[in-house]
């Protein structure tokens, strides 16, 4: 008797557990001032597994999904869409999180903040302005309105 109520107790334990780790919630493994950044990110400054210098402080939110990713390669290794380049006419949104104070920036304000964040002056990578076609609408690429 006393061996059933021990599996009985057992196998409670185990169903609890199990219910606790089959929740349907997004993988989120690292939050910046409340802010999710979803990614491969390996600190709580927005670094990934992809780019991690020093400088590489920031998060984009992508137009298509509007999540914090730190880097274009994450994003497409987890999202299951398509990403998005922002428009021209939305570049007043806030799409660029400093990961060292997690101040959001509109992305007129991160592409004049000569690679430094206007509130905690961290330096920001000035390599990423190679990867903006990927992000924003350039001068080269015109984003097509649906018909």
Request: glycine share 4%; with cysteine.
């Amino acid at each position: 008797m006393r061996n059933l109520f021990l599996a009985l107790i057992l196998f409670g334990a185990i169903l609890r557990v199990n219910a606790q780790t089959n929740l349907a919630l997004p993988v989120v493994k690292s939050s910046i001032g409340g802010i999710n950044i979803y990614g491969k990110p390996i600190d709580q400054q927005t670094r990934c597994q992809h780019w991690h210098s020093e400088l590489d402080v920031i998060a984009i939110k992508f137009k298509c999904c509007e999540k914090y990713y730190p880097c274009f390669s994450c994003h497409e290794e987890e999202a299951d869409h398509d990403p998005e380049v922002w428009p021209k006419s939305e570049f007043d949104s806030k799409a660029i999180l400093c990961g060292v104070c997690g101040t959001e920036l509109s992305i007129t304000e991160y592409q004049n903040s000569n690679n430094t964040c206007p509130k905690c002056k961290a330096a920001f990578n000035p390599g990423c302005s190679k990867h903006y076609h990927l992000y924003f609408e350039t001068e080269d690429q015109k984003i097509e309105e649906p018909i």
